[in-house]
């Protein structure tokens, strides 16, 4: 984790005010902090562990008051690296733009947050709840407590699995989808489990139902759609037919779209073939490029035709 080096301007100004109202109290992350705030912490901590041990005097022996005050002062101090992890990991983030919302992040949004966050002890995870909180001090509403509840719960292995549905989400001007042929065909292409999709269902990130899938009905004029992947932009144009058919899909729940939105996507030859493979019909022509955005526009360059 690169150092931070400015923390100054409005981004950090807000992101600190965030945090001060989540802790209820004024706080700067601890890279701007004297060694001397760190000191005063633990012995604030530790004049709680005593008022604790000494409020139960009456419940235990006297010589185990010692030990009382050692073990709230380790989970006290346990959980406050984990925020000031998570919190150092939003810092980089937000200082990174130069203007945020001026929206004000929700007060039980911030509560919930850093009651569930100081608990938080895996890297990886801390890194997604960094993120979380600079994205929701950027764009206020971006993550809701449902996603925070599920982040929660979730495994270092489920959030690994997680990610590898990300990469093969597709954009569309109607919604998102995560096209599925059939279940050998997934699992020979991304090593992607029946019971890892279960898992997913389970979990509540992705959706499921009866009549999910994309639907392409007979044409009476040829059609054209712009799928986004990434980067690609995979552009699908219909000739005049009148056979209507369907693509089995997966679909991200809106949890999974939130958290979706922490994971960087990677492009993928492989995935790209896949995708091509699950849209192609008789009746269809795939074009695709490098996704670009000119005047307002999205526009595709260095394009290529598909060839099954």
């Not at 979706?260 to 074009?287: G, M």
Request: hydrophobic share 40%; proline share 3%; aromatic share 10%.
């Amino acid at each position: 984790m690169g150092g931070i080096t400015l923390f100054e301007g409005k981004p950090i100004e807000k992101l600190i005010e965030v945090i001060s109202q989540g802790i209820g109290t004024l706080y700067r992350p601890r890279a701007i902090r004297k060694e001397a705030d760190a000191e005063a912490y633990k012995l604030v901590v530790l004049e709680k562990a005593k008022a604790k041990a000494a409020a139960e005097k009456s419940l235990v022996e006297f010589e185990m008051l010692g030990v009382m005050e050692q073990k709230i002062l380790y989970r006290e101090q346990k959980k406050q690296l984990n925020l000031e992890k998570i919190i150092e990991i939003a810092a980089e983030q937000i200082n990174q733009d130069s203007q945020v919302n001026s929206e004000k992040v929700d007060f039980d949004w911030t509560t919930r947050f850093f009651n569930l966050a100081e608990d938080i002890s895996n890297e990886q995870m801390q890194e997604l709840w960094g993120k979380i909180l600079s994205g929701e001090v950027k764009k206020p509403g971006s993550f809701s407590l449902r996603t925070l509840e599920l982040l929660k719960n979730i495994s270092k292995n489920e959030a690994e699995i997680f990610t590898k549905f990300v990469q093969l989400n597709v954009r569309h001007s109607r919604g998102h989808f995560i096209p599925y042929i059939d279940q050998n065909t997934f699992e020979e292409y991304f090593n992607i489990s029946y019971s890892e999709i279960l898992l997913m269902y389970e979990i509540g990130l992705l959706s499921s139902g009866p009549n999910i899938g994309l639907h392409f009905p007979a044409l009476e004029f040829p059609s054209l759609m712009l799928y986004e992947f990434g980067t690609t932009g995979i552009q699908v144009t219909t000739a005049a037919h009148d056979r209507p058919n369907s693509v089995a899909i997966l679909s991200l729940t809106q949890i999974g779209l939130e958290l979706a939105a922490l994971i960087r996507f990677e492009r993928n030859e492989q995935n790209i073939k896949y995708l091509c493979k699950a849209l192609t019909t008789p009746y269809t022509k795939i074009i695709l490029g490098e996704l670009v955005k000119e005047a307002g526009q999205v526009k595709l360059k260095n394009v290529f035709e598909y060839k099954p």
